[in-house]
């Protein structure tokens, strides 16, 4: 999956001269926490979000009479930005989001802003990419690292004719000649399929059923 497919289009922007309490109140009013800063061109120049005006000013965002700040939003924003490109893979950021803690990255095509993606847009992602939002069961089996073997569980759940909403595949942390198949299946009931797996020499992790 590329970025361009998750990436918010409509983005609410401000300009260096838009003053901080205007970007207060934009956040208030479209419950964001990251505003880019462009200029005439449409070019990304800068970057103000919730933590930077609670770094700033935080007596701010929890006044309740009118706001009096007329300070510029270039006195604030950050200028060393992380960005993006619409053809990057999704896979990709999230490690970079991972990697330096951020919460959003404006993305850029022909140094023209385009979107934006946030944390919560990456977490959605997941969940539809998983199928953790859909019916279904989660199996986790273990497996010898060798070519083949996702072929070979596969064929198991087709045998069951069980169809997989996702599979996920990492290191096993205790043992270097393993690795852990993650499926999620379209089924309620995996009794079936758990027997045939183990029928056929596999070590089911989850769910560790009594009697099977």
């Known amino acids: 999956m590329i970025v361009e497919e998750i990436m918010k289009t409509e983005i609410t922007t401000l300009t ?6 205007t970007a207060i109140l934009l956040m208030g009013q479209k ?6 800063i462009i200029n005439d061109k449409k070019e990304l120049i800068g970057l103000i979000t919730e ?9 701010l965002l929890h006044r309740k009479t009118e706001m009096t700040s ?44 385009v979107g934006i993606i946030t944390s919560t847009d990456l977490l959605h992602t997941l969940v539809e990419l998983t199928g953790a939002n859909q019916p279904g069961s989660q199996i986790e089996v273990k497996v010898p690292n060798r ?4 072929y070979e569980v596969a064929g198991i759940l087709r045998k069951n004719n069980v ?11 205790t043992d270097s000649a393993s690795k852990i198949i993650v499926l999620r299946i379209r089924t309620m009931n995996p009794i079936k399929v758990i027997e045939n797996l183990k029928e056929n020499g596999h070590h089911v992790l989850w769910p560790n059923l009594p009697g099977v």
Not at 31 to 36: E, L, S, W
Not at 88 to 105: P, Q
Not at 147 to 150: C, K, N, P, V
């Open 16 to 21: 260096p001269s838009d003053s901080l309490e």
């Open 31 to 36: 419950k964001i926490r990251h505003i880019p």
């Open 51 to 59: 933590r930077d005006i609670k770094n700033a000013a935080p007596s």
């Open 70 to 113: 007329d300070a510029p939003i270039k006195d604030y924003m950050k200028t060393n930005i992380i960005t993006g490109h619409p053809l990057d893979f999704v896979e990709e950021v999230a490690g970079i989001f991972y990697e330096h803690k951020i919460g959003c990255m404006p993305i850029l095509r022909e140094q023209k802003l």
């Open 147 to 150: 070519t083949g073997i996702l």
């Open 163 to 173: 169809n997989i909403h996702s599979v996920l595949v990492y290191p096993d942390k």
